[in-house]
């Protein structure tokens, strides 16, 4: 089996703050910090570091030729990236003092995956093969059809919403792990149960995993529920608290862990991540997660 992550490549420019910024409102910032980002690199690498084998897809611009070096530091394959004419993806963070974050997006040359570069890369891949995708790049419903002609099974993060994504070919989704905010874009629904129950109605095979944030996650299919309280934590910074959950819990079922267990070994390694400043970078490694967990 082979896992592909088909997604975004960013430079995040952050900002550190006493408070996000207000409509109509200038402030200024305590730091300003290049970072590697987005959620498909951040995603990723999480997996990477969990212990999974990665292959990436996706594009930069000239500028942003040391986002796969930084991959591939991690032993994530970076041969199916492209550089493209175009500037790299950026996304502007603003993080306050009680690591929140706000995020801006310029999709960049993520914007320039086509239908063609899907199947130049889906060639390498087969039956039985799992993608995780999330919603930064274009070609987005030609890839999830594509993925689903040859018989992956598709992760999705449907991050951030919008409205194309919607209307996308959602019911080849068999796995959706998603937020409050993004639950409420896909259903209409705020409240936990009203998200699980909306999507299992629309996609009745599919498996949910909603993460709820301090009040930790949940894991719904047709069949059954579960759930798993957050770790407390003294957040420093929130970006890639989700990417690491999500690369963390796709890792562990992808080797037959138990739901249970996964839950908890990605809420651990999404508390690590939280207690750091950065994205990529503030994702823990499996011993970590380990020794945190037996601590
Ligand atoms: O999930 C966090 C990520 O979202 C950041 O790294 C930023 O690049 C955006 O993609």
């Given at each position: 089996m082979k896992l592909l992550v088909?997604?975004?490549?960013?430079?995040?420019?952050?900002?550190?703050?006493?408070?996000?910024?207000?409509?109509?409102?200038?402030?200024?910032?305590?730091?300003?910090?290049?970072?590697e980002g987005g959620k498909g690199l951040n995603q990723a690498i999480a997996l990477a570091k969990a212990g999974a084998e990665v292959y990436f897809a996706g594009a930069v611009g000239e500028d942003g030729a040391f986002l796969p070096a930084f991959l591939s530091s991690f032993g994530v394959r970076t041969e199916y990236i492209k550089t493209v004419?175009?500037?790299?993806?950026?996304?502007?963070?603003?993080?306050?003092?009680?690591?929140?974050?706000s995020i801006i997006l310029y999709g960049g040359a993520n914007r320039r995956i086509s239908?063609?570069?899907?199947?130049?890369?889906l060639c390498g891949?087969?039956?039985g093969d799992c993608i995780l995708l999330q919603n930064e790049i274009s070609s987005l419903d030609y890839l999830i059809c594509a993925a689903h002609e040859k018989g992956m099974t598709i992760f999705l993060n449907p991050s951030p919403i919008?409205?194309?994504?919607?209307?996308?070919?959602?019911?080849?989704?068999?796995w959706f792990i998603l937020n409050e905010v993004e639950g409420y874009g896909l259903t209409g629904h705020t409240d936990e149960d009203g998200i699980i129950m909306e999507l299992l109605r629309n996609y009745p095979s599919c498996r949910v995993l909603l993460t709820l944030g301090e009040k930790g996650s949940v894991y719904a299919d047709a069949a059954r529920r579960a759930r798993r309280s957050a770790f407390p934590v003294d957040a420093s910074d929130t970006t890639a608290a989700g990417d690491t959950f999500t690369g963390y819990f796709v890792n562990a079922i992808l080797n037959s862990e138990e739901v249970d267990r996964a839950l908890l070994i990605a809420a651990q390694a999404a508390a690590i991540a939280v207690s750091r400043f950065g994205a990529g970078r503030s994702i823990p490694y499996a011993d970590e997660v380990e020794r945190a967990l037996t601590a």
């Open positions: 088909f997604g975004s490549l960013n430079i995040d420019d952050v900002y550190l703050v006493d408070h996000l910024v207000k409509e109509g409102e200038t402030i200024d910032s305590r730091s300003y910090t290049r970072c004419d175009e500037p790299t993806g950026r996304a502007i963070i603003q993080v306050d003092d009680a690591g929140r974050n239908p063609e570069t899907v199947d130049d890369v891949f087969g039956e919008t409205e194309g994504l919607k209307r996308g070919p959602l019911g080849f989704v068999d």
